[in-house]
């Protein structure tokens, strides 16, 4: 089965940019999606197929996707960013969803 | 944009049944392919089950195969998942999304508010 990898935790300061992995073989061929959950809400889409933005989203979250690693970027980071986040891909062959295991992003 | 309202949680025996339903509402049903997807406590995201918006393919997660069956009902606008011979370890939130409207490589969407499922004796 296919496996994607996240750091548990990330530690910023606010103000500065916050980068999450996503970590799996050939990542960069998938389409990678990015869900932000705070404590007791259902997760909310951020980003999808790698680099797009739903609306409602600030500018200041962004996405990247290459080789064996896909990225979300907060620019300068707010309180209220402090959450989970999850990354997620469709994994044809066995027509199952994976999840990343979660960062949970500290805002010091 | 849409919007998904779960219901049918509660506590429950091992090796009982239970049915939880999902309510849609704001946008085409049955334009869409529709998934339950669970956090267990403390714990990450899951995906459980995927329909199509026909009702067929449908595929299960290893973890609850041949114990959950999902089904939907576009003309009432509805999505389904009956639980059977429930296990400590399907104790979660079970949530309700809605897949973008590309097919599976899409995103989850639109999520419900979650409904609370608690195995225990």
């Known amino acids: 089965s296919y496996v994607v990898t996240q750091p548990a935790s990330v530690s910023v300061a606010p103000g500065t940019t916050a980068r999450i992995t996503c970590e799996g073989d050939?990542?960069?061929?998938?389409?990678v999606h990015w869900y932000q959950q705070k404590p007791g809400q259902a997760p909310v889409l951020v980003i999808s197929?790698?680099?797009d933005r739903p609306s409602g989203i600030p500018e200041r979250f962004s996405g990247s996707n290459s080789g064996r690693t896909a990225t979300l970027i907060i620019t300068r980071v707010e309180a209220g960013d402090e959450a989970d986040y999850y990354c997620?891909?469709?994994?044809?062959?066995?027509?199952?969803?994976?999840f990343g295991g979660g960062t949970h992003l500290t805002v010091l | 944009e849409g919007e998904l309202v779960e219901s049918g949680g509660g506590l429950i025996q091992p090796g009982g049944s239970l049915r939880l339903s999902c309510a849609a509402s704001?946008?085409?049903?049955?334009?869409?392919?529709m998934f339950w997807v669970r956090q267990g406590p403390g714990k990450g995201l899951e995906w459980v089950s995927f329909?199509?918006?026909?009702?067929?393919?449908?595929y299960y997660a290893d973890s609850v195969k041949g114990r959950f069956i999902i089904s939907r009902d576009n003309g009432e606008s509805s999505l389904h998942l009956q639980m059977n011979s429930l296990r400590g370890d399907d104790t979660a939130v079970y949530y309700c999304?809605?897949?973008?409207?590309?097919?599976?490589?899409?995103?989850?969407?639109?999520w419900g508010q979650g409904t609370k499922v608690t195995v225990s004796s």
């Open positions: 999304v809605r897949n973008g409207p590309s097919g599976p490589t899409d995103s989850f969407d639109v």
């Open positions: 704001g946008f085409t049903f049955s334009d869409y392919n």
């Open positions: 329909i199509s918006k026909s009702g067929s393919p449908i």
């Open positions: 050939k990542i960069g061929s998938k389409s």
């Open positions: 197929y790698d680099v």
């Open positions: 997620q891909v469709w994994h044809p062959i066995s027509d199952h969803w994976v």
